[in-house]
């Protein structure tokens, strides 16, 4: 019973472009929805977040997206940077707990 | 800034051994938790905290106990430790229960490898 997925287990992307980076969810109490990036050898940093009752938030080069509806949400970084390689989780919250999803690995090249 | 310690980077065990995890935050912050992150699995959350002496099973409980004697430290105990025990364990903190808004900081793991 998976709540949380994230079909991309890894995504390569060349330096200055686009990277989406996405998450299905099955369950509708979800209030917040949060990204965290993990370094090798490092725990995961937040990064940003986003309300239920929102569809769109934006923090420099990261914005997330939220489709209620199809219960799935999209982190936007742009322009990519070698800086940005990492896993990235998305982790939506109830009551202060947070669902991890299985991560994925983004690697951005020169 | 919040600052999550834990107090092993790597730890190596021995079956059957009774091994303690600890942690430690900064913020006074109310809640704890304790994760383990294994390949293809993500974080799956163990136990949680919401205050002193107080504790509530995660997802995957079995084999662990844990105690919150002081709001600032939480410790993980694997009673009778197992080779499927072996993974990366995460600890971390956030401000108080029904602010789901407020994100959970870690600390740096503790790499676990059960002989």
């Known amino acids: 019973d998976q709540q949380v997925k994230q079909n991309s287990p890894s995504l390569s992307v060349q330096e200055g472009r686009i990277s989406i980076l996405n998450c299905d969810y099955t369950n509708s109490m979800f209030d917040y929805f949060l990204w965290y990036k993990k370094y090798p050898a490092e725990g995961p940093t937040f990064l940003i977040s986003?309300?239920?009752?929102?569809d769109k938030n934006e923090d420099g080069r990261f914005t997330v997206f939220l489709n209620k509806s199809a219960k799935h949400l999209s982190l936007h970084i742009v322009p990519s940077q070698p800086g940005d390689s990492a896993v990235y989780f998305c982790?939506?919250?109830?009551?202060?707990?947070?669902?991890f999803g299985t991560g994925t690995r983004l690697q951005v090249f020169p | 800034d919040v600052k999550v310690t834990q107090s092993s980077r790597y730890l190596v065990k021995r079956t059957g051994e009774k091994v303690f995890l600890e942690c430690v935050q900064d913020m006074d912050h109310e809640n704890m938790f304790w994760y383990r992150q294994d390949p293809g699995l993500g974080l799956r959350l163990i136990y949680f905290?919401?205050?002193?002496?107080?504790?509530e099973k995660g997802d995957i409980p079995e084999g662990y106990s844990v105690s919150r004697e002081k709001k600032e430290r939480f410790s993980l105990i694997l009673e009778s430790a197992s080779t499927n025990q072996t993974s990366m364990y995460l600890c971390?903190?956030?401000?108080?229960?029904?602010?789901?808004?407020?994100?959970?900081?870690f600390g740096d793991g503790t790499r676990l490898s059960i002989l």
């Open positions: 986003i309300s239920s009752i929102k």
């Open positions: 982790a939506p919250a109830h009551s202060d707990k947070l669902i």
């Open positions: 905290s919401y205050d002193v002496k107080m504790k």
């Open positions: 971390a903190s956030s401000l108080s229960l029904g602010r789901s808004n407020q994100p959970q900081h």
